[in-house]
């Protein structure tokens, strides 16, 4: 959609008049649309001011974001500050969505909390308060917690929507995706059936949690997710997501890459059972001591070296680096130095790396075959893989690993700019909404960043500069909209979301 933002504009001319225009700018010129004509008294200009805000009223066929209302009088002391809204943030981003896939009015509820967490991320009851302060959009409470109970039935469109986009606008072919999980704590200490304590990501192991899976993109933009207990092992929720995904959205297989701690025998199996392909890091130190032997005489401490070593899990590719091995043999040498004197000093310290018990005694001894381990290890990383050496070079498939960095990314976002976690609801379907809405938003915010580069804060710092300060003409009754100007990042913004934009 392209958007034509006509605005009017006071010039300097050579005889010393003001001249009032109609313009707007495109790549940074400015383009004169109406000359409306030139005037020396400030009555005579403020004339030809309303005239030109007449003209964009009724003969502009221009679509704006939103109308300006013109006043019909000017004189300061007759104006009375209503208010300050900012429509130009909500109709952007309302653009976005519905270009995303989002239908309006259906998912504006929806759409009305998912950016709030973008721009204010706070409770539910208090974003009610600040989207009828900044967007003039009115919810009751029982409607909040009515539509929290049943816009859950929304999720497979949402992630349709998601997958279409991906698709779609991003160009991306869906062949290869990155999945991690997460985990989301509650502020409560109180467990259920979906809340439990378990292993946490955020520090927090007293306190119940949910566990997201979450598919993406290469480049990070959300695909599908599910919600798991809080206490369930995080290699168990790969292959319900994959599959749910591969089902839902009828996609040819793709290749899915994800981190070590998703490597199982049982998945490993299963995967190779459903013809998938994967690239999936690799626990060297879990590795029989015969591969990594092997793995070392082909690489010979080369810098950027690698190999591929046959095994039951697929083909194991191990990488060898310089700086890596200098951050391994220094963390190395810490670990053995402090083992040494917990033997030497017969201090009673139980699960030390390098150290093992002699008896069941307080004795304890160096574990010299795990040294020996650990020094052969030094400077490697191992991924396993089952796609073929023709398809995917060594390389290849280590960058790919790589691209998982894009998965913590969103995740970031969703924890830190989003404010997904603490949660604060207690039933599970105003839980899965929440995680909903907070899907939704990462899905607008990755499609932001994409088109722009630039970080969600750095694109809603920007825009939220525009406001609109809403006036009253005390002598006739009359109200009108005044909008900020764009900083130079904010027109940045635009065009980048828009090449076609006008403003």
């Not at 168990?236 to 998703?262: E, R, W, Y």
């Not at 970080?455 to 900020?484: H, M």
Request: proline share 2%; aromatic share 8%; net charge positive.
């Amino acid at each position: 959609m392209t958007i034509k933002l006509l605005r009017i504009r006071k010039t300097k001319t050579a005889s010393g008049s003001t001249s009032v225009q109609i313009v707007y700018y495109r790549d940074r010129k400015v383009i004169v649309e109406k000359h409306i004509g030139s005037g020396k008294t400030e009555e005579a200009i403020g004339t030809l001011i309303l005239k030109a805000q007449h003209w964009i009223e009724s003969r502009s066929t221009q679509q704006e974001l939103f109308a300006l209302k013109a006043p019909l009088e000017l004189s300061p002391q007759n104006l009375r500050l209503i208010g300050v809204t900012h429509q130009f943030t909500y109709q952007l981003l309302e653009c976005i969505a519905v270009k995303c896939g989002m239908t309006m009015p259906k998912d504006r509820f929806l759409f009305d909390f998912s950016i709030m967490r973008l721009i204010e991320p706070t409770s539910k009851l208090r974003a009610i308060t600040l989207l009828s302060r900044y967007f003039s959009i009115d919810y009751s409470e029982r409607t909040v917690y009515r539509k929290m109970g049943t816009i859950i039935q929304d999720k497979k469109r949402i992630e349709a929507i998601a997958v279409q986009c991906a698709k779609n606008l991003l160009q991306d072919d869906l062949s290869m995706v990155l999945y991690d999980v997460t985990t989301l704590y509650f502020e409560t200490f109180k467990s259920d059936e979906l809340r439990k304590e378990g292993f946490s990501k955020d520090n927090k192991p007293q306190q119940p949690q949910i566990v997201i899976g979450l598919l993406v993109t290469r480049e990070g933009f959300p695909l599908g997710y599910e919600v798991f207990a809080g206490n369930t092992f995080e290699g168990k929720t790969m292959l319900n997501v994959l599959q749910s995904f591969i089902k839902q959205h009828g996609v040819n297989k793709p290749i899915v890459v994800a981190d070590a701690a998703m490597l199982s025998h049982k998945n490993i199996e299963e995967l190779q059972r459903q013809e998938l392909f994967y690239i999936v890091g690799a626990r060297l130190g879990n590795t029989a001591g015969a591969i990594i032997k092997e793995a070392v005489t082909k690489l010979r401490q080369q810098d950027g070296s690698s190999t591929r070593v046959k095994t039951t899990s697929g083909d194991l590719i191990v990488e060898f680096s310089g700086k890596r091995y200098r951050k391994d043999k220094y963390e190395m040498e810490k670990l053995v130095e402090r083992a040494k004197q917990i033997v030497e000093n017969k201090l009673a310290v139980k699960n030390v790396k390098f150290v093992k018990h002699k008896s069941k005694s307080k004795d304890y001894k160096l574990n010299d075959e795990l040294i020996d381990k650990a020094k052969l290890l030094l400077g490697m990383k191992g991924y396993y893989t089952n796609v073929s050496e023709t398809v995917f070079s060594d390389k290849e498939i280590i960058d790919r690993y790589h691209d998982l960095w894009h998965v913590e990314h969103s995740f970031r976002i969703a924890k830190s700019d989003l404010a997904s976690r603490p949660i604060f609801h207690y039933s599970e379907q105003a839980i899965a909404s929440h995680i909903l809405i907070c899907f939704t938003a990462l899905m607008i915010a990755k499609y932001l960043e994409s088109l722009t580069k630039l970080s969600l804060r750095q694109i809603i710092d920007a825009i939220w500069q525009i406001k609109e300060v809403l006036l009253l003409n005390t002598l006739t009754d009359t109200s009108f909209t005044i909008r900020s100007d764009f900083s130079l990042l904010a027109k940045d913004i635009l065009r980048k979301i828009d090449p076609n934009l006008s403003y």
